[in-house]
């Protein structure tokens, strides 16, 4: 109770990075789906993602955090059309 | 009694407060001009501009913009002042309440004024009486050493209590009045004050954290709790930290409020600022005239020292509430409702007369307020100074 209380008085204040624990996923209704042969690597989605939730390593895109993805479309939006290496799938359909 | 090697000085009230910030060396400073605290942050950014104070001084945009930088450096853990006015005040509204539910110790001047419309860059207390409920401890100076005084004690005041003050001093007739100033020497204003911020969190200590995450319905309730439990607390604090102020300076600074002639007064004028000179003076004309009249000025407005009030009104028959707000409920001013609701349930409680002064600069004469005092309308609420509306000019 003690530690409650103060928590409290130190006014709102949370450890940091708690977003990460905070699964948003399942807030989707389409889905992006990543053709990593068509993948130019621009880097464009990993750019405008808003919840950080395209996966890069060494400058190469991996693959879509859909723990974390809200479907938002943008990564499928900004993708080159020369690429079109992301389109939209509503979820449940494969 | 005063064993600092002090300086007298003649400073008008702007130029005392900046002369405080520069002693108190905050380590950020974001301020917008707006008259009439503009000279706050002339004659302060003119110090930093001169090497003579190492501060983080941002000139910003707005006065929106002037708090939220204050709050971005306060949460970092920076010592942090601000001033503004009117408008300003008004504009920094919601951010107001982010600075005191963050429970932000930022130090705020104000130097009070009128709100448009019609605009009107004159004193009264419109702009801080709307900041009331803002979760700001709130402090009225009544000279200009006062307002040098108090901008220091708040900047102890906020970082003990962990909530944001306000230093509030009459537009123009505290801001542009040159008056005599005791001025400490720099190191007895470090000495005072002190390191910095302690016992906050900090942006820039070790671990990383988040500041004002959502609070659902299920805790939001409790941290506005809180916040109504540090300002109750602030009470006792105001009183122990303006006792180490004035033993530390030498000085004799009330700390809630402060009665003049009220151990037999039997009728009492409450106030709050600057006209308590004025008000001062008028009790002494009394006395001499055989009326048992005393004044209690206000210190601080928020937390309210209701007890207190009670107290020292408990035996009056007549109370005059003068004030320099409205709340235009028809209930009177801020400032009378507060002391109406603090009376209620006296055994014997005094008649209550809330008289609304000097809006938008209008100044109280000395006749006036006598004759106030002596035939004045009595009654719930008065405009004291108000001109009939035939007696307004029609416009050429």
Redesign the interface.
């Known amino acids: 109770m003690a530690a409650r209380g103060q928590a409290?008085?130190?006014?709102?204040?949370?450890?940091?990075?708690?977003s990460v624990a905070y699964r948003t996923g399942d807030w989707r209704q389409d889905r992006p789906v990543l053709d990593l042969e068509r993948c130019i690597h621009c880097l464009f989605c990993w750019l405008y993602c808003p919840d950080s939730a395209v996966l890069v390593r060494d400058g190469r895109v991996l693959g879509i955090d859909y723990e974390h993805c809200k479907g938002c479309g943008i990564c499928a939006a900004v993708c080159p059309p020369k690429a079109k290496a992301i389109h939209m799938v509503p979820e449940g359909e494969p | 009694m005063n064993a600092l090697p002090t300086r007298r000085m003649a400073l008008v009230g702007n130029e005392a407060v900046a002369l405080a910030w520069k002693q108190i060396r905050p380590h950020v400073v974001a301020a917008y001009p707006i008259t009439p605290s503009t000279q706050i942050m002339e004659c302060f950014s003119q110090y930093v501009a001169e090497g003579e104070v190492d501060t983080e001084f941002v000139p910003v945009e707005s006065e929106h913009s002037a708090l939220s930088a204050c709050v971005g450096a306060a949460a970092a853990g920076a010592r942090t002042l601000t001033a503004t006015s009117s408008q300003g005040l008004a504009l920094m509204h919601e951010v107001l309440y982010i600075a005191s539910g963050l429970r932000l110790p930022i130090v705020m001047n104000v130097g009070t004024r009128a709100l448009s419309a019609p605009i009107n860059i004159h004193g009264d207390h419109s702009d801080v009486m709307g900041s009331r409920d803002a979760g700001w401890i709130q402090m009225f100076a009544r000279s200009v050493q006062e307002a040098y005084d108090r901008t220091i004690l708040a900047v102890r005041v906020a970082e003990r209590a962990r909530l944001p003050v306000m230093v509030c001093l009459d537009g123009f007739t505290l801001t542009h009045s040159l008056e005599p100033v005791e001025v400490y020497p720099d190191e007895a204003v470090q000495a005072f004050l002190g390191e910095g911020p302690t016992g906050g969190s900090s942006l820039l200590d070790g671990e990383p954290i988040t500041i004002g995450p959502f609070a659902l319905p299920d805790v939001y309730m409790e941290f506005r709790k809180a916040l109504a439990d540090a300002h109750a607390r602030a009470l006792r604090l105001l009183e122990e930290e303006t006792e180490a102020f004035n033993a530390h300076f030498g000085r004799d600074l009330p700390a809630l409020l402060e009665p003049f002639e009220m151990e037999d007064a039997e009728d009492a004028v409450v106030t709050l600022g600057a006209y308590a000179d004025v008000v001062e003076e008028a009790v002494r004309r009394w006395r001499e005239r055989g009326r048992r009249l005393g004044m209690v000025r206000l210190v601080v407005f928020r937390p309210f020292p209701a007890e207190e009030l009670r107290r020292v009104l408990a035996r009056t028959t007549e109370v005059v509430v003068l004030e320099r707000a409205d709340t235009l409920s028809g209930q009177g001013g801020p400032l009378g409702i507060e002391v109406r609701a603090a009376l209620y349930g006296l055994p014997t409680p005094p008649r209550i007369t809330d008289a609304i002064f000097g809006l938008g600069g209008r100044e109280l004469r000395d006749a006036e307020l006598d004759g106030f005092l002596e035939a004045g309308p009595r009654g719930r609420v008065v405009y004291l100074g108000s001109k009939e509306a035939g007696d307004v000019p029609e416009p050429a």
Do not use: F
């Open positions: 409290l008085e130190r006014g709102p204040v949370i450890p940091g990075g708690s």
